[in-house]
């Protein structure tokens, strides 16, 4: 059976770690693994996640099943948390899922339930992993214009007019916040303005938010998809835990679906739990549960808050702190862009063959695209990396 298998091409990402760990220099610098890492190095269990699993450790009486589309206090919870009150929670169907990317998938198998034909439009550049999701599934996808690398911002006015050629109900992925790869993120006006064009072509927007409160706080993070929440009769959100809790390895995520009526939200409540059926059944729950109880717990909550303002303020100091350096190494302001960026991640004006060459000759590992992880950056590594990209892409 398996004579003339071949395996798929390796995902970048997963082929840039091992590069990373078999590179025997000691002065290496990691600015490509998409992970918060300490100022040691380590991707940390957050204080407020060790209380709750104590808590859980003490008081929870059963690892029996959860309901196929998971806890509905998890549901409430992440909800809350995402939406607010900018739409009604009975117009919100919810679904529990294996971490951001489940949700992901979970999101466009029932797009392609509902319609096999929709085109799917992604931000370009955007994560490589809702592309290759899309193309497993066999689903249309079509880039929208958006980063625009001469400025390192937004490309407004080429994203609006592809957005104004969707088809009625063909869906526009968008990204939350702390836009992945490019840390280019929409504005208020810009939020407003996609509305504005969704609601004329009826298209549905789908919003990706992995990064919650890594971006400027955990409201100001979410006003725009409240702002199309409160606006859309339809919309997707798929959220992932990952970051904002350090749950990694716990896999957390949630799809939640915007309808127009509470009528039609049970029976999307109802299909969603038939695809977690059809996949893996029962969705983990010891990392919801986790996240449950941070959010339903003032005392927990304000921890977890305080920790994730501290993880924030580190990376934004990386930020600036890289910015600044490559300022003193090219005398030039062609990376002051950065600092109007958010969240973990930037992109490098850096062909391949360059991104090669740093890694090769000055043990710097980013992805092919350019794209580093400012969390990667410590004070000790910001002028050594920064050395080594002004050599190569000067």
Known sequence: MFENHKAPEADKILRVMKLFADDPRADKIDLGVGVYRTPEGLTPVMGAVKAAERRLLEEQATKGYVALAGDPGFHAALRQLTFGDSAAADRIACLATPGGTGAVRQAFELLKAQNPHVTVHTSAPTWPNHEAILDTLGIRWQPYRYYDAATGGLDRDGMLADLA???????????????????????????????????????????????????????????GLRLLAAAMPEMLLTVSSSKNFGLYRDRVGLLLVLTETPAITQAVQGTLAWLNRQSYAFPPDHGARVVTEILSDASLRADWTAELTEMRDRVIAMREALAKALRLETQSDRFDYLLSQKGMFSRLPASEDQVAQLRREHGVYMIGDGRINMAGLIEETVRPAASAIARVLT
């Open 165 to 223: 050629a969707v088809k009625r109900g063909d869906v526009v992925l968008l990204h939350g916040c702390c836009h992945n790869p490019t840390g280019a993120d929409l504005d208020l006006s810009d939020w407003q303005a996609i509305a504005d064009s969704l609601s004329r072509t009826g298209a549905v927007p789908m919003v990706d938010l992995a990064y919650q409160g890594f971006g400027n706080s955990l409201d100001e993070d979410v006003a």
